[in-house]
């Protein structure tokens, strides 16, 4: 199998180099050159997978064993999710009859970013160090320097990914005193050598200006070999892929004796940001996983929830008001007074979606564009990047990009999206808490149960619900006992908090100050750790 860029080039890459690359040079976003459909057997030789059966069977179907053999990919999913807490990996349970959640937090830092940052942070060492081996003796060897900036709730998940990985140094920066505590502990207290906490005394859109410009800046990026392991990396949407799976055959085994999985259609109710999740659950459509149509759930940040209702795909909504019927909030709320930061991202109650653009939608726009034109495949790929590159250059230039009726109609087939305020995110944790079994949301995941009740009535009655809970409540603390401060049986510490939060803040931390937002700071930071990391090899190399 291999990789092409969505804006084109005779570029094709391996799954190594698309890893190792992320993005494109083009600015595109690799994907697969066709879609694998599943082995004809899938249903009775997979149905009594694990989550690494399943990963192992799924990874292989894109990645050729000539790159990493069998029993290699084996051992790297085995590493990757013996971190996780729950013997299922990412278990299901049913709130009732019709809907169910896919909880995906069970990972080390308790959101569902760990699922693919685990796998990921493993593939970074396996190909560094093959490399490494290859090399003839005082040639220097390979490494990676992740730089990344934080507003805390994404963070952690990255540096448990990447702590103690040979070859890989990461620094994470975030706003001092910005996060919250709990937040700011999951990242500081992590010790390993090569694991750098950086503090800027500033805001996070310094800091993610301060991880650009570093980005930019050619030499040092060649020098330190700067990498990101941002939600655009093709290996995180694979091995997202896998819990549709595993949830197909959950879902199938806690069904009612006498109905069949095949009489019943399941649809998958994503909380949506980067497109990253969701976009896994296209992968698994078309690769033949039985399921109705995917939900979308935004929040107030819904770019894409105004993309289904008008085919525009806008940073700003450009639709007057008068004419707002289609695109208003379906709830009824108003966000006139919402927060926003200097770039336009409205500051919500789930903050790990707030985005003004969705980074992986591109690789959907692709195929929306490869289904609007005509010929051979071959035709049809070279047709479907260069419409593509026209829309995403429009997308920079203009900020907006209208695509054609045929586009949307295609994009109608395969998914639903709704937007979703605060004030019912907040409404929807408190009536999961009070309902039976009573569950506690956390912000996130109440975005996608509120999207999924509000879509359910236009469901044929043998949908079943799925809906894909991101993070565990006990990390948004706030939200959670905000909706929950006016129910006498709710108790944070006993109902939420989980035993490995207990004693957090008092743990040993390791945290670099950098006193003010300036680049140079940063720079200068990177370059003597990365020095006392060269002078360790060195040392070690002349014993
Ligand atoms: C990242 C994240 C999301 C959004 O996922 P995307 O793949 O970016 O759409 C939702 N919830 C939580 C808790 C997250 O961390």
Not at 40 to 56: G, N
Not at 325 to 352: C, F, I, N, R
Request: proline share 4%; hydrophobic share 40%; charged share 25%.
């Amino acid at each position: 199998m291999k990789y092409f860029s969505t804006r084109g080039g005779d570029q094709k890459l391996s799954f190594e180099e698309t890893v190792l690359a992320g993005l494109a040079p083009n600015g595109g976003l690799y994907i697969p050159e066709t879609i694998p459909s599943l082995p004809a057997d899938w249903r009775t030789k997979w149905s009594s997978y694990s989550f690494i059966d399943l990963s192992v069977a799924i990874l292989s179907l894109y990645i050729s064993s000539e790159e990493i053999s069998h029993d290699e990919l084996r051992s790297l999913v085995e590493k990757s999710y013996k971190t996780f807490r729950h013997p299922e990996v990412t278990p299901l349970k049913k709130l009732n009859d019709k809907m169910f959640v896919l909880e995906l937090f069970h990972g080390p830092t308790f959101a569902f970013k760990d699922v693919a940052l685990q796998l990921l942070g493993n593939l970074f060492e396996f190909f560094l160090l093959r490399r490494n081996a290859k090399k003839a003796a005082g040639e220097k060897p390979e490494k990676l320097t992740v730089v990344g900036a934080t507003s805390g709730d994404t963070g952690s998940a990255a540096i448990y990914g990447l702590r103690n990985k040979a070859n890989i140094s990461i620094f994470i920066l975030h706003p001092k005193g910005r996060v919250s505590p709990i937040q700011e502990a999951q990242m500081t207290t992590v010790t390993d050598a090569n694991v750098h906490n950086v503090a800027v005394k500033g805001t996070f859109d310094d800091c993610q200006d301060i991880v650009k410009t570093l980005f930019a800046d050619r030499e040092f990026n060649s020098t330190h070999r700067l990498g990101a392991v941002n939600s655009i990396n093709w290996a995180r949407i694979l091995a997202q892929t896998v819990y549709y799976f595993l949830s197909f055959f959950q879902i199938q085994s806690q069904l009612p004796v006498g109905t069949n999985i095949d009489d019943i259609v399941i649809q998958y109710v994503v909380p949506t940001g980067n497109f990253g999740d969701i976009l896994a659950g296209y992968y698994a459509k078309k690769m033949g996983l039985p399921m109705g149509k995917l939900a979308v759930a935004t929040n107030a940040n819904d770019i894409l929830a105004r993309f289904w209702k008008n085919g525009k795909y806008e940073k700003v909504d450009s639709t007057p008001v008068e004419a707002a019927g289609p695109t208003a909030p379906v709830d009824g709320s108003s966000d006139g007074k919402q927060a926003t930061d200097a770039s336009g991202v409205k500051e919500t109650l789930s903050p790990a979606m707030d985005i003004l653009i969705s980074s992986n939608f591109e690789r959907l726009l692709w195929y929306l564009a490869y289904e609007t034109v005509s010929g051979t495949t071959d035709e049809k790929h070279t047709a479907a990047c260069k419409t593509l590159d026209g829309w995403m250059s429009k997308m920079k230039n203009d900020g907006r990009v209208e695509v054609p009726v045929s586009a949307l109609e295609a994009a109608h087939k395969d998914f639903v999206a709704e937007r979703i305020s605060d004030q019912v995110t907040l409404e929807t944790i408190r009536s999961f808490f009070d309902g039976e079994p009573s569950y506690v949301a956390d912000p996130h995941t109440a975005v996608g149960l509120a999207a999924a009740r509000i879509i359910a009535p236009q469901n044929s009655l043998n949908v079943r619900q799925i809906v894909l809970s991101t993070a565990h409540p006990a990390k948004f603390s706030e939200a959670v006992s905000r909706a929950l401060e006016g129910s006498s049986h709710f108790n944070f510490e006993r109902d939420v908090l989980p035993e490995e939060f207990h004693g957090l803040l008092q743990k040993e931390k390791r945290v670099i100050e950098v006193e003010r937002p300036e680049v140079d700071l940063v720079k200068a930071v990177i370059e003597e750790v990365a020095g006392r990391d060269e002078a360790k090899v060195a040392t070690a190399g002349s014993v």
